[in-house]
């Protein structure tokens, strides 16, 4: 037990040794915010406080579930729960509807735009794909603020809508699209939040056993929560106040959709005998890159003042680099890369992150054209590649039926029958796509810790697939800045940094604006070594752009530190 926690620091050791009670952790970005997260479940068990089975660790996404889940099985607490909100609201769901109600729960809607076009063509509207993606959008955002469509239909006029669709005929699409899911007996995601948080509140023996069940919340990303999953939340904890939340106020990215940092901020007035801990020492990155992520956002709410962990204090100051135009810009970023390879650096270890998808295609071709491969997040998963898919198939029939080779040798059989070589093909493209991905099941094998068995390891790549704990592939890595969120690489681009890219055009008030800066900063604080801002005078159409507002507040003190122009 000693020992866990001296894996931590002085801050995280005090939020670890906190078990019982409201506490809240403000954990800034690379403050080590899972590792804390984790090692203090994993000292909770281990010290008797916890018993694993009655504790629900929950996050947001499928793939930071999945991590918490390994994180803690190697801390010796694999018996914990960890779980998206809808994971745990669908298993309960799943549980007490037939007790309930009777019958099957009803189908689960893998998407709205189908139903919605449906609702579309109903009412006799000409609705396109992107509309009704922001359609869906709108109906996500108004459920999980738990709008009800009458005042949903107040609201509409000074909401953001799909051109061409007044307000009217968008409320109209809302209760066409409710009233077909009910027809056809089906519920979409946040019903299942909406359902659960019902049946909780109108039946008292589901709440008691429920409660039963779980007696300590752990939540992580706690600046997302929506009104929904936290009425939820309120609904599994009852009168009882063993909680635990980590956030970071300065990387609320998702209000769009729903989430508020309202809760983590108010969390000491819900809970005023709550323990508040304070993460600021930051293992990720330079003095000079947390230098100007602090600058970004001192004085706003909940903002934490990072302080580099270790370092050279004379680490390089970010890079600021006005380009002439979009497409001199997309060119210098490939040669930046290019050189940075040149010297050593590996691919895998260098990101170039933008505000939207468009701006991905021109900078993909600039890296091929200097046979740097590159890879979108986003795009299609490494287990959903063709190449990969057959692999693993072949994999698990011989796990079936028995190798007489060893790990290492039978994937690397199967690599080399899929187009796999031990060099580096000289062509790109799909050629190379498929070395890359055929090497990193390779790669795996031979990471595998010793006398692990092909039938584990096919296991092991089936729990990978389920929580999108995808292997790293020697590529440089194309992202957008919400995709980048939770992840890190030693050298870091961010390009389009132009007033209507960042903030971006549509981001109106200061609440809008203020969110764009978040963003900013979640890209910011990706970098470990090496960070380049990157900026274009001049947009399609040879129309003129100015540098966003926010580079003037990165640079030090002095006028045009860290800036140089480029040609």
Not at 278 to 296: C, F, Q, V, Y
Not at 416 to 431: D, I, K, N, R, T
Not at 481 to 500: N, Q, R
Not at 529 to 534: E, S
Request: with cysteine; hydrophobic share 45%; aromatic share 6%.
């Amino acid at each position: 037990m000693t020992a866990l926690l001296d894996a931590l620091d002085a801050q995280q050791r005090q939020a670890a040794e906190t078990l019982l009670g409201p506490v809240c952790i403000l954990a800034g970005a690379g403050t080590g915010k899972t590792r804390t997260l984790t090692h203090r479940i994993a000292h909770g068990v281990q010290s008797g406080v916890y018993p694993p089975e009655r504790v629900m660790a929950l996050t947001f996404t499928t793939r930071a579930a999945g991590e918490l889940r390994s994180r803690l099985r190697a801390l010796g607490a694999g018996g914990v729960s960890a779980r998206t909100f809808h994971s745990a609201a669908l298993a309960q769901l799943s549980f007490f509807w037939p007790q309930l109600v009777g019958g099957r729960l009803p189908e689960i809607l893998p998407g709205k735009a189908r139903l919605l076009g449906q609702a579309a063509e109903s009412l006799r509207m000409r609705v396109d794909t992107a509309a009704l993606r922001d359609l869906a959008a709108e109906i996500e955002w108004r459920k999980v603020r738990r709008i009800p469509i009458e005042e949903y239909a107040r609201l509409a006029p000074s909401r953001a809508l799909p051109p061409g669709l007044g307000a009217s005929a968008v409320v109209e699409l809302h209760q066409r699209y409710e009233d077909l899911k009910d027809e056809q007996r089906r519920l979409d995601f946040e019903d299942v939040l909406l359902v659960t948080a019902g049946m909780i509140d109108a039946e008292q023996r589901v709440a008691d056993q429920v409660r039963e069940q779980y007696r300590f919340f752990v939540v992580d990303e706690y600046q997302d929560v929506s009104p929904l999953q936290q009425e939820l939340l309120e609904l599994w904890l009852g009168p009882r106040t063993d909680l635990c939340v980590v956030g970071d106020a300065s990387q609320t990215i998702y209000s769009f959709a729903g989430a508020s940092s309202e809760y983590l901020l108010g969390f000491g007035a819900r809970y005023p005998d709550a323990v508040e801990v304070r993460l600021e020492r930051n293992h990720r990155s330079t003095p000079a890159i947390l230098g100007a992520a602090n600058r970004l956002m001192r004085g706003r709410p909940g903002a934490l003042e990072l302080v580099a962990a270790e370092g050279d204090p004379a680490s390089p100051e970010p890079t600021v680099t006005r380009w002439d135009s979009d497409a001199a810009e997309v060119q210098g970023v490939a040669d930046a890369i290019a050189a940075q390879l040149a010297v050593g650096v590996a691919p895998e270890n260098v990101a170039v992150l933008y505000r939207v998808n468009a701006q991905a295609a021109a900078l993909e071709v600039a890296l091929a054209d200097r046979g740097i491969s590159s890879r979108q997040l986003g795009g299609t998963r490494f287990f959903d590649l063709e190449v990969v898919k057959r692999a693993v198939l072949e994999l698990t029939s011989l796990a079936r039926t028995g190798s007489p080779k060893g790990l290492y040798e039978t994937v690397a059989d199967v690599a080399l029958a899929g187009g796999w070589s031990a060099h580096a093909p000289e062509s790109q493209g799909a050629v190379r796509e498929r070395w890359e991905a055929l090497g990193a099941l390779v790669e795996l094998a031979d990471q595998a810790a010793e006398g692990t068995t092909l039938a584990q390891f096919v296991e092991e790549l089936q729990e990978r697939q389920s929580t999108q704990h995808e292997p790293t592939m020697p590529s440089v890595v194309l992202s957008t800045l919400h995709g980048a969120k939770g992840l890190e690489w030693d050298h870091v681009h961010i390009v389009g940094l132009s007033e209507g890219l960042m903030p971006i055009s549509h981001a109106r008030g200061f609440d809008a604006i203020d969110e764009e800066r978040r963003l900013l900063y979640v890209g910011l604080t990706r970098a470990r070594r090496t960070l380049a801002l990157h900026w274009s005078a001049e947009g399609l159409r040879s129309r003129p752009r100015e540098p966003s507002r926010f580079l003037a507040e990165l640079r030090s003190g002095t006028p045009g530190a860290g800036a140089r122009a480029a040609r």
